[in-house]
């Protein structure tokens, strides 16, 4: 028996299978799909690779020697027949290797039975007083020292998984004498997640449900359909209309048809209330994918999808690639979200992963959104999906009315106040009413930057050219913090240029805000949710669950709480700074914008009492913000629609980025030129890359980051295959030494 093999971990040069012969021990079980040690290279390497396909020795080449099987890693198949033709399809769509592709389809199998690494503080007073006075450099080992405190000793694959860090972070901390490790013995049963299971009584769809629900029907469950084609359909449906009851029960009449459901959602925080009602639904039937779980309960439930206890699937992004058998539906649910694009090899999006699924199984796609991206509302236009509307909320209850507040007539009125009196006012009066509040910035942390108000100077990060943004403690203890590299400073006592100690704080952030509310309001209760109140693997549902038990009058977050909750008490929504999602230097912060101010004020009016909707700005008259405030989708579209054409972006044409890194300034600028240089060649010898256009090489929007410099080269074609072919011939070709690059198609981030 032969079998053809692709490494696991290995170079885009030397990416491709190679032929090996099974010894007759490992024959039996040995399938295509399975993962196994292999000899490989001049010194017989012992490597991992995947099993593309197995056949039996070919007649004539008895004579033919090849290198034998070591072991069969995995017993039996970890991927699919149809996921090893999509890793195909990802290696030529996203010029990664097979190994990138395979590798996020299966989950690492934990070391059940065998010692596993542990994680411990060596001294836990010393290392709450260097936390305290602020001696600990990185966010990420603030955040394990601040679990471990917590916790005690600890698998260190949790510490990992819940605190987002790298080993280097432990090992770090471990020079540092902080952390020391351990082993246990065995692997421990994994604690329940924060998946909880609501019953439901049933629902009763409207007429505009009902026409969805038979439209996707008719779409999935058509048998004469030809099998090769794209089914997709766009459930178009204002905030609060229903779209989650319409994926249901489509699953139903999916899973009694024999066949899968998976449904995707595109934040990890909309994850337990989605999953609380499928397994409410479903019951066992559901299994739930995203990186929050622990990798033991990753593992468990990919086991459980892979041997058939599960057929429904919910999850984040990375659960598109699900191993589920005869895949009757697929659902986005939020589809215009940017969560679903990886900014890491493969940088493949998720909607794009699903189309091709979807044909592969003869499945429909249901894309669902109350603002979709500018892209897919095109498509269905142009009649290349099923445009399927629901214009009025599923409970009866009427939109909230929307106000534009202009900030500077605020200003003018003597409010120099971070709320408008209106806001404030109404929060006041739904509270005197038992109602609930919510508050949306898209800004963490407490003040944006520090600015020296006699010389000008801004606090700026060594290692990153953006400014760092101050934090607070719960204690009140302030810090400064870098979002892109974590790194941590003190708040400085004067300007380190002028020595004045005029500092001003500009930009509020959740905390200040949080801060503020209850100085306004000393009665009343807050809740926030941003990135640094949900570091745990349960946080997202501790945190809703309580504002949904009414233990908070008011909930204080950035985009986790704008879009997919639905909390009928709250009656009340602000959105602050509403313009400062505006000038982002990309060509969708408009749309962004837009889809963020509604998806916000969707949250209010959910229940029977009136909601009202109060939109903080300076810039009111942008047309993000005037649609956004109508809740008129249409409108908005047919403005941006005309700026896209005219620019070239999408949908009527594919952008590309090329970005070079390096730790020498020179060196970056000087792969930058070389490299376009090279995609030019390329495009004259190529045929088929007429048309391509490569902007000359500029320096990234954030020039240097984690101490490297950053240039990068904006391409433009009129079709994706276009810039594939590109790419994957540019990744053929050498680097210029000390430099690395990643390219990207259809970025969702120009910085």
């Not at 009656?571 to 700074?577: H, M, P, Q, Y």
Request: include cysteine; glycine fraction near 8%; hydrophobic fraction near 40%.
């Amino acid at each position: 028996m032969l079998v053809r093999c692709v490494l696991k971990e290995c170079r885009r040069s030397f990416d491709r299978a190679y032929t090996y012969e099974v010894p007759a021990p490992l024959c039996d079980g040995m399938a295509a799909g399975c993962l196994v040690s292999v000899p490989f290279g001049a010194g017989n390497r012992k490597t991992e690779a995947f099993v593309l396909d197995v056949e039996p020795a070919e007649s004539g080449k008895e004579d033919a020697t090849y290198k034998s099987v070591i072991e069969n890693l995995s017993g039996g198949p970890v991927l699919r027949p149809d996921q090893i033709r999509l890793g195909s399809f990802m290696r030529d769509r996203y010029y990664c290797t097979y190994g990138d592709a395979f590798r996020t389809m299966c989950p690492p199998r934990p070391a059940k039975g065998r010692s596993v690494r542990t994680v411990f503080l060596e001294d836990p007073p010393e290392a709450a007083t260097m936390l305290s006075e602020g001696l600990l450099k990185k966010i990420g080992q603030i955040r394990v020292v601040e679990m471990l405190l917590e916790t005690g000793e600890t698998l260190l694959t949790d510490v990992l998984s819940s605190c987002h860090v790298s080993r280097s972070t432990i090992d770090t901390l471990s020079r540092m004498r902080v952390v020391g490790s351990g082993k246990a013995r065995s692997m421990p049963e994994a604690p329940e997640t924060e998946d909880g299971e609501e019953r439901q009584a049933a629902f009763v769809p409207n007429e505009e449900q009902r026409e969805a629900i038979a439209a996707i029907d008719a779409l999935a469950l058509d048998a004469s359909a030809p099998g090769d084609r794209l089914r997709e359909a766009l459930l178009f449906g204002i905030t609060g209309s229903g779209k989650t009851e319409v994926y249901l029960h489509c699953a139903r009449h999916i899973l009694d048809a024999g066949r899968s459901v998976l449904i995707l959602v595109p934040e990890i925080s909309l994850t337990p209330q989605m999953v609380s009602r499928i397994r409410g639904r479903f019951g066992d039937l559901a299994a739930v994918m995203h990186s929050r779980l622990t990798p033991r309960d990753r593992y468990a439930q990919w086991r459980r999808v892979m041997d058939g206890s599960a057929r429904v699937v919910v999850g984040a992004r990375s659960a598109v690639f699900a191993p589920l058998e005869n895949i009757g539906l697929i659902v986005i649910d939020e589809e215009q979200e940017s969560t679903y694009k990886s900014e890491t090899t493969p940088r493949y999006h998720a909607r794009t992963v699903a189309r091709y699924r979807a044909i592969q199984h003869g499945a429909a796609l249901v894309l669902g959104s109350a603002t979709p991206a500018v892209e897919t509302y095109y498509l269905a236009e142009a009649g290349r999906s099923r445009l399927l509307r629901l214009t009025q909320r599923a409970a009866g209850a009427a939109i909230a009315t929307a106000e534009v507040i202009d900030m500077r007539e605020e200003l003018q009125a003597g409010n120099p106040d971070i709320f408008s009196r209106s806001l404030r006012q109404a929060m006041q009066e739904a509270f005197a009413t038992g109602r609930q509040a919510l508050l949306f910035l898209n800004r963490r942390g407490h003040s944006g930057f520090l600015l020296c108000r006699a010389c000008g100077y801004v606090r700026r990060c060594l290692s990153c050219s953006v400014s760092m943004t101050l934090h607070k403690t719960a204690d009140g203890r302030a810090s400064m913090i870098c979002h892109y590299c974590g790194r941590v400073e003190p708040v400085p006592d004067k300007c380190p240029r002028c020595g004045n100690e005029a500092f001003g704080r500009f930009g509020a952030g959740t905390q200040q805000v949080e801060e503020r509310f209850l100085q306004v309001f000393p009665d009343s209760k807050a809740l926030r949710m941003d990135q640094d109140t949900t570091t745990g693997r349960i946080s997202h549902a501790d945190i809703l669950d309580r504002f949904g038990r009414g233990e908070s009058d008011v909930l204080i977050g950035t985009q986790m709480i704008a879009k997919g909750h639905d909390y009928p008490n709250v009656t009340v929504a602000g959105i602050l700074s509403a313009d400062l999602m505006m000038g982002m230097g990309d060509f969708r912060a408009g749309e962004r914008a837009f889809q963020l101010i509604t998806q916000a004020a969707g949250r209010a009016g959910r229940g029977q009492a009136a909601g009202k909707v109060y939109i903080q700005a300076y810039n009111t008259d942008d047309y993000a913000v005037q649609t956004a405030c109508r809740q008129d989708y249409e409108a908005f579209y047919r403005q941006e629609i005309v700026y896209r054409r005219t620019q070239g972006y999408p949908p009527f044409g594919v952008i590309g980025l090329v970005t070079l890194l390096s730790a020498d300034a020179s060196m970056a600028a000087g792969a930058a030129v070389e490299i376009s240089h090279r995609i030019r060649e390329i495009c004259a010898e190529m045929q088929g890359l007429e048309g391509i256009s490569v902007a000359d090489p500029a320096k990234a929007p954030v020039y240097r980051l984690r101490d490297r410099y950053r240039w990068r080269l904006v391409i433009r074609a009129a079709r994706e295959p276009q810039l594939s072919r590109l790419f994957s011939a540019l990744s053929e070709r050498p680097l210029p030494t000390d430099v690395s690059l990643s390219m990207d198609i259809d970025p969702f981030s120009l910085m």
